[in-house]
């Protein structure tokens, strides 16, 4: 994180970011992971920051943190699912991970949550995830 321009940087180096991420995810146990620098990762790789972009990377990374529950991670996962990034275009899958984010605080998940029930008709649910 110090190098990825993230919350506690002040140094921007997406490359040393990139390499100090892998060098910790092949070298921690899949149960020190950290669901943040997983999520992180993800971002760095889906927008080609510091590497070249790898949507399938960037997919594979926000999976395994959005299964330890991180919220960013699942909604990244939801937007990837909504548009077809890496993976086929999945509007129900999307929803899932949108509710799962939102469920968890995540403020741009409960509104995409919003609109996509919205676009279901199902305005109850909508307005309960706009005003959550």
Same mark, same amino acid.
């Given at each position: 994180?110090?190098y990825?321009g993230?919350r =506690?940087s002040a140094i921007?180096? &997406?490359?040393? /970011?990139?390499?100090f =991420?892998n060098?910790?995810?092949?070298?921690?146990?899949?149960s020190?992971e950290d669901?943040?620098a997983?999520?992180?990762?993800?971002?760095l790789?889906?927008?080609?920051?510091g590497c070249?972009?790898?949507?399938n990377? /960037?997919?594979?990374y926000?999976e395994a943190?959005?299964k330890? +529950? =991180? $919220? $960013?991670a699942q909604?990244?996962?939801?937007c990837?699912?909504?548009a077809g990034?890496g993976v086929k275009?999945?509007h129900?899958t999307?929803?899932s991970?949108f509710?799962?984010s939102a469920? $968890? +605080?995540?403020q741009?998940?409960?509104? &995409?949550? /919003?609109?996509?029930y919205?676009t279901?008709?199902?305005?109850d649910?909508?307005?309960?995830?706009?005003?959550?």
């Open positions: 994180v110090l990825s993230g =506690f921007n180096d &997406q490359e040393k /970011a990139i390499y =991420f060098l910790a995810h092949e070298v921690l146990p899949k020190k669901p943040e997983l999520c992180d990762l993800g971002f790789y889906n927008n080609g920051l070249p972009k790898n949507i990377l /960037a997919f594979q926000y943190s959005a330890m +529950g =991180f $919220r $960013r909604f990244n996962l939801a990837m699912y909504y990034s275009s999945d129900k999307a929803l991970f509710k799962l469920d $968890r +605080g995540e741009d998940g409960m509104y &995409q949550t /919003a609109m996509m919205m279901l008709n199902d305005y649910n909508a307005i309960n995830y706009l005003f959550k």
